[in-house]
T-cell receptor
Framework: GAVVSQHPSRVICKSGTSVKIECRSL??????MFWYRQFPKQSLMLMAT?????????EQGVEKDKFLINHASLTLSTLTVTSAHPEDSSFYIC??????????FGQGTRLTVV | GNSVTQMEGPVTLSEEAFLTINCTYT??????LFWYVQYPGEGLQLLLK?????DKGSNKGFEATYRKETTSFHLEKGSVQVSDSAVYFC???????????FGTGTKLQVIP
């Protein structure tokens, strides 16, 4: 089955710096990838839909200039948290659909901004 | 819009007890329904799914039946183990290649 690899699994950064998170589809090509965010003790909320070769589609309330998404190839999407602040600390997870039947999720990235 | 409501946790059970986690949904049409599990420190894993009314998804002793008439997809297991301790998410999607809408998650703790 499809395997989605996300890197890094954990990252700690200083306030004001930027952090890049990678999401790779290992088994097949994905024209669309999804980025979710999970706040502590809460559910996962969709942040944006990453589209290969075009601009990402952001959900209402998500700052596109803060959360930069690049989907440069059919197997890689990146999420860059720019000028990170402590309130950006969260669990970020990407998702890829395989054959329209099942959504596979990456391992997630725990971001801590200090 | 679509939404998923699941019972709040945490749920604490003794080993070999019966488990039920309630899940109801609101959606137009005929969404696909899922249960995902998140073990401590890990990402999401698909536990089971059902794509049409009256379908029963099952895996690792867990079961859930797609009930269109009650818009429910309750998760059950007859005998839980300590290794089942995790957070369980009920979810839906209108169809393939679309966003997944999650419930708030239910933390299950199984004690020996």
């Amino acid at each position: 089955g499809a395997v989605v690899s996300q890197h890094p699994s954990r990252v700690i950064c200083k306030s004001g710096t930027s952090v890049k998170i990678e999401c790779r589809s290992l088994d097949f090509q994905a024209t669309t990838m999804f980025w979710y965010r999970q706040f502590p003790k809460q559910s996962l909320m969709l942040m944006a839909t990453s589209n290969e070769g075009s601009k990402a589609t952001y959900e209402q309330g998500v700052e596109k200039d803060k959360f930069l998404i690049n989907h440069a190839s059919l197997t890689l999407s990146t999420l860059t948290v720019t000028s990170a602040h402590p309130e950006d600390s969260s669990f970020y997870i990407c998702s890829v659909w395989a054959s329209g039947n099942e959504a596979f999720f990456g391992q997630g990235t725990r971001l801590t901004v200090v | 819009g679509n939404s998923v409501t699941q019972m709040e946790g945490p749920v604490t059970l003794s080993e070999e007890a019966f488990l039920t986690i309630n899940c109801t949904y609101t959606a137009t049409g005929y969404p696909s329904l899922f249960w995902y599990v998140q073990y401590p420190g890990e990402g999401l894993q698909l536990l089971l799914k059902a794509t049409k009314a009256d379908d029963k998804g099952s895996n690792k002793g867990f079961e859930a039946t797609y009930r269109k008439e009650t818009t429910s997809f309750h998760l059950e297991k007859g005998s839980v183990q300590v290794s089942d301790s995790a957070v369980y998410f009920c979810a839906l999607t209108p169809g393939g290649y679309q966003k997944v809408t999650f419930g708030t998650g239910t933390k299950l703790q199984v004690i020996p």
